[in-house]
């Protein structure tokens, strides 16, 4: 089979590119390699657990000490609160008045209640699929209502995900609202609109939206998993720029959600978890350094 597509025969064991009696040529980038680097820190070593490792884990182990793990990052030029030409205002962390008309502008995209624009909304900008744990959202969004929070929701869907949205938002009208479609218009809006961002991924590698929301001092709230652990560190009454809970229960979701709406609705508080999160630079520069420190130590081993 192998030498029909060029390549020898010897390649063909469980040092090379055999997996479980196919090819793969994953496995064979993660032995042949110089290095091996992921996206994030945590996921570098959550793949060496069965648990993320998909049935690869025993080689990345093998590759251990080649492995290293350096985030990804976004592009301010396009998500930044302070020149962003989507959101309804501009604001930054020296002036968050404008929040307040993103605020405004999201309840009406959405058909949300704008009798108390002080309630805090809760946003999801997401493909809406099994691996981003919408379905947990849907379990938790009762008690997100119920506990004086609004809900939105953007993205794509599975079939069955987008039927629980819609009736969801035919059960709570004016406090949920569900676009299911890719509009980077509104998924704009929402990141500056929103108070509180919701992640609760089963895995994620790096995720990028936690880094917007942090950018636009939407609060988010996250499953400790991949980079979302990297890149949100718990309020401690302090430091921290959000919340995270563990494991894949609806509990601890809601748990986290709860401690989240606690701390709004101290405002002094909540005002400086917005500003520790604007404050923080997750850019290509960042990020590119440490591409280029990697590089240098190939070249040096080479």
Not at 18 to 23: G, M, P, S, W
Not at 201 to 222: A, D, H, I, W
Not at 270 to 296: A, C, F, K, P
Request: overall charge negative.
């Amino acid at each position: 089979m192998l030498a029909a597509i060029g390549l020898p025969d010897s390649l063909f064991n469980v040092y090379g590119l055999e997996f479980y009696d196919k090819v793969s040529f994953l496995k064979g980038g993660l032995i042949y390699a110089d290095r091996v680097n992921t996206v994030s820190e945590a996921y570098s070593r959550e793949i060496l657990t069965p648990e993320y490792g998909l049935g690869k884990e025993e080689i990345t182990n093998l590759r251990k000490g080649d492995l290293t793990g350096i985030l990804n990052a976004v592009d301010y030029e396009r998500w930044d609160p302070r020149t962003d030409k989507l959101i309804a205002a501009n604001y930054s962390a020296d002036d968050l008045s404008g929040q307040r008309k993103c605020k405004l502008d999201l309840l009406k995209k959405f058909g949300l209640s704008e009798a108390d624009p002080g309630r805090p909304i809760l946003g999801l900008v997401s493909r809406l699929v099994w691996q981003k744990r919408v379905d947990l959202v849907v379990a938790a969004a009762p008690e997100i209502v119920k506990a004086g929070g609004l809900l939105t929701v953007l993205g794509t869907a599975e079939t069955g995900l987008e039927e629980a949205l819609k009736t969801l938002a035919k059960k709570f009208p004016g406090e949920v609202g569900a676009h299911i479609r890719h509009d980077e218009c509104l998924a704009h809006k929402l990141e500056a609109g929103a108070d509180i961002f919701l992640m609760p991924s089963r895995y994620e590698p790096c995720g990028l939206n936690q880094m917007y929301s942090l950018k636009y001092g939407t609060v988010p709230v996250v499953r400790a998993t991949g980079g979302l652990l990297d890149t949100i560190q718990p309020w401690d009454g302090e430091t921290g720029n959000g919340f995270r809970f563990s494991g894949e229960s609806r509990d601890a979701f809601v748990k986290a959600i709860h401690e989240a709406l606690d701390l709004y609705r101290d405002r002094e508080a909540w005002s400086v978890i917005m500003r520790n999160g604007m404050s923080e630079d997750h850019s290509w520069g960042r990020s590119t350094r440490r591409h280029l420190d990697l590089y240098e130590d190939l070249l040096q081993g080479s």
